[in-house]
């Protein structure tokens, strides 16, 4: 299947942006997600970008796409202690499936 | 989120007895899915539905079977649970294949 990569962990000190990293295999990609998952919770979308599109930004969320390189990014302006989850990437490829990043987990130091 | 709702929340059960799962949907959603997640993977597909007795299956399905007879349920089965299906289990639904998906909050199983 296709492969997803991301780190594992990532700690930023609350005010600071961080950004979350994520490399994928598949060319033929049309989207490309990232989800938020707190606790106990299920995914909660938080943006996604279509594969034609370099840069889409929201509110503090910005995400950048690099097709040349497979690689695309997450950076939240001005984290909060709030910001704390796991993240995760995914990209759309088929019709029908979504293929996940194993998930980072951002810590925020107050 | 987007009306999602899985039962039970938890459930823990023996090697070789059924479990299965539920997702119930208020949005009228076409697509649903069924996801596990484990330590070191992330999310993997298991079984999706394109609509009411509509069923394939995705990355993962060894072992599990679903059912789709209305649109806001999809039931996840494990016939004969094994401790290799311990996991969270994660639904979600979307309009169509191109809207983005949406997930309810999970279910953990423990299979002893």
């Known amino acids: 299947g296709e492969d997803v990569e991301q780190s594992l962990f990532l700690s930023v000190r609350e005010g600071d942006s961080s950004v979350i990293n994520c490399t994928y295999t598949d060319s033929s990609s049309t989207y490309l997600y990232w989800y938020k998952q707190e606790p106990g919770a299920g995914l909660q979308l938080l943006t996604y970008?279509?594969?034609?599109?370099d840069m889409k930004q929201d509110q503090r969320l910005t995400v950048l796409l690099n097709k040349k390189d497979k690689h695309l990014s997450l950076r939240i302006a001005d984290t909060q202690t709030g910001d704390s989850a796991i993240y995760f990437c995914?990209?759309?490829?088929?019709?029908?499936?979504?293929?996940f990043g194993t998930g980072t987990r951002l810590t925020v130091i107050p | 989120d987007a009306g999602i709702t899985q039962s039970p929340r938890h459930k823990v059960t023996e090697t070789g007895t059924p479990v299965t799962l539920r997702c119930h949907q208020t949005?009228?959603?076409?697509?649903m899915y069924w996801y596990r997640q484990d330590p070191g993977h992330g999310l993997r597909l298991i079984h999706y539905s394109y609509g009411v007795k509509d069923t394939d299956k995705g990355e993962v399905s060894d072992g599990y079977s679903v059912s789709r007879s209305k649109t806001e349920d999809f039931l996840l089965t494990l016939e004969s649970a094994t401790s290799s299906q311990t996991s969270v289990y994660f639904c979600a639904a979307a309009g169509d294949p191109n809207q983005p998906q949406h997930f309810g909050d999970g279910t953990r199983l423990s299979i002893l």
């Open positions: 949005e009228n959603h076409r697509y």
């Open positions: 995914a990209e759309k490829t088929g019709a029908n499936n979504l293929f």
């Open positions: 970008i279509f594969s034609n599109m």
